[in-house]
């Protein structure tokens, strides 16, 4: 990864690596489906089936995902240091997604990895990001307003929202913060996605304490 990729990270908030599992895409789709085929998956809201911490419900993701170091090394490249997994899932979605951001933590630094195992565009489902939309704070918290219904504020579908959208085969990786605003529409239905998330070392009381609550919390109805 290169120095510029870093900056691209920390500047807009993702990062998109083509081809870096093409070599494991297969056997990644082989075991999702032997997971959710063993797995009673919560269904949660906007069409979303998933099955919570799936890296550990399968040897070959276990392998995949966690020991083999390309995800584990992204992820202590774009935090900056020390990293480590608090978890993950594997998803099943049904049509749109809303534009929303994964948590308010002020202090806990997180990298959620996707990969989704269908090849998707902008027109089926993408995954997309509003760039910058990853920082805390100050004028950036006014943006939680806007994206509840940005027809009654901006005058837009939620699809006409302003973004990047990131196409991607099976085997890219796309890396993001989640505080980053995102969101999926035109896709068709049984998307597959899996996701790992690693947070960075705790640096004060407070990013320890967010840690905590994160680790505790109950994410598998989201």
Aim: neutral net charge; hydrophobic residues 40%; glycine residues 10%.
């Amino acid at each position: 990864m290169t120095e510029a990729e870093v900056t691209y990270f920390r500047t807009f908030g993702f990062l998109h690596l083509s081809g870096v599992q093409t070599d494991l895409a297969p056997a990644i789709a082989d075991a999702f489906e032997g997971v959710f085929a063993k797995e009673l998956p919560r269904v949660g809201r906007h069409g979303r089936a998933g099955v919570a911490r799936i890296a550990e419900r399968s040897e070959v993701l276990q392998e995949t995902l966690l020991t083999d170091g390309r995800c584990p090394l992204l992820a202590r490249r774009l935090l900056g240091g020390d990293a480590v997994y608090v978890g993950g899932d594997g998803v099943r979605y049904n049509g749109d997604t809303y534009w929303h951001r994964d948590g308010n933590h002020r202090a806990l630094r997180l990298l959620k990895i996707v990969q989704y195992l269908e090849p998707l565009g902008p027109h089926t489902g993408a995954l997309r990001f509003i760039p910058g939309t990853h920082r805390r704070g100050g004028s950036w918290d006014g943006f939680a307003a806007e994206m509840e219904s940005p027809a009654r504020h901006l005058g837009l579908k939620p699809a006409e929202v302003p973004c990047f959208t990131v196409a991607s085969s099976p085997g890219d990786l796309i890396a993001f913060d989640p505080h980053s605003y995102h969101a999926s529409f035109g896709g068709v239905d049984n998307r597959r996605q899996i996701t790992t998330t690693y947070a960075a070392a705790p640096e004060s009381a407070e990013a320890r304490r967010e840690l905590t609550e994160y680790l505790l919390a109950d994410r598998s109805v989201l």
